[in-house]
């Protein structure tokens, strides 16, 4: 067994006995990281593996979140159902939203991204009636039997799991070698055989469907959705998750989002200023290593 496994193995065990061994905040902080976790693995599909930044990214999160949230709120789903229907929201979003962005490539895309991304937030923001407005959509609760901090939690980590072994998959899988040929040299890749647009929409749809998955679980875990999780400001954090821990490891974004986390949940009990000890972590690792 290599030592990746046998790391991999450990951390499992550890996040198993986590609720068993901690207080009950530490087990709603450790599913809050989880979840940005996933989101920024989702990212990290079309940063790391196809070489796309997108600042809209977190549209889809907000889109599987609200997704899931209406459906239980309005027409009455069940929570299972609607974690499934979710992420099916975010990912035909992702396909309309994908067919346009694809077509172009470096700063182009990231605009035309970020647009669509705020068109998201707007509406979001502004359809009082169903969305919630800025008070945001609440009261969706999950399965009485998931209700408690620890079975949740335990809920969460199992779905991660799955999410993250598909996710490392799709990266060693041909399709990941093509991702990566592509953001090697777009017309190399072409050359061969590889059709390129096709490849990133189909990244783009995938990517976007993690990220509902995780907002799907984010909406049941806070019991509602809010606006600012459609921000530019969520995509550029998860982002900054993935530069943390480098985008070119598929554990990169799962140590960095981890990372940011921390510090964005400890550094406030003791100053306001945050983001200067956020940038400080930032600014050393791009100078000691930038990988």
């Not at 939203?97 to 991204?113: D, E, N």
């Not at 407005?133 to 620890?150: F, K, N």
């Not at 875990?221 to 900054?240: E, K, L, Y």
């Amino acid at each position: 067994m290599s030592v990746r496994r046998v790391a991999f193995a450990g951390l499992v065990a550890l996040l198993g006995v986590l609720p068993v061994a901690t207080a009950q905040v530490v087990v709603v902080h450790a599913t809050d990281i989880l979840i940005f976790v996933l989101f920024a693995l989702s990212l990290n599909l079309l940063v790391g593996y196809a070489g796309m930044l997108s600042l809209g990214h977190a549209a889809f999160f907000a889109i599987g979140g609200y997704g899931a949230g209406l459906l239980v709120k309005h027409l009455g789903f069940a929570m299972p159902l609607a974690l499934a229907a979710g992420p099916l929201l975010a990912a035909l979003a992702a396909l309309v939203i994908g067919f346009f962005c694809v077509r172009l490539s470096h700063a182009y895309f990231i605009m035309l991204s970020l647009a669509f991304g705020q068109i998201v937030f707007t509406v979001i923001w502004k359809w009082q009636s169903v969305t919630g407005g800025d008070d945001g959509l609440t009261g969706i609760m999950p399965l009485a039997s998931l209700a408690g901090p620890s079975s949740y939690y335990y809920f969460v980590l199992l779905v991660v799991l799955a999410s993250v072994g598909v996710l490392h998959r799709i990266g060693q899988s041909p399709f990941g070698r093509a991702l990566l040929a592509i953001k090697d040299n777009p017309r190399r890749a072409a050359f061969v055989g590889i059709h390129v647009r096709r490849v990133q929409l189909v990244a783009f749809v995938v990517a976007g469907t993690f990220a509902g998955v995780a907002g799907a679980l984010q909406v049941f875990f806070h019991r509602g959705m809010f606006p600012g999780s459609a921000h530019w400001i969520t995509s550029a954090d998860a982002f900054v998750a993935v530069t943390l821990g480098g985008a070119n490891y598929f554990a990169g974004p799962i140590l960095g989002a981890t990372l940011f986390k921390i510090v964005a949940l400890v550094v406030p009990r003791f100053t306001e200023y945050w983001l200067f000890f956020l940038g400080a972590v930032i600014l050393l690792v791009a100078l000691v290593k930038p990988e």
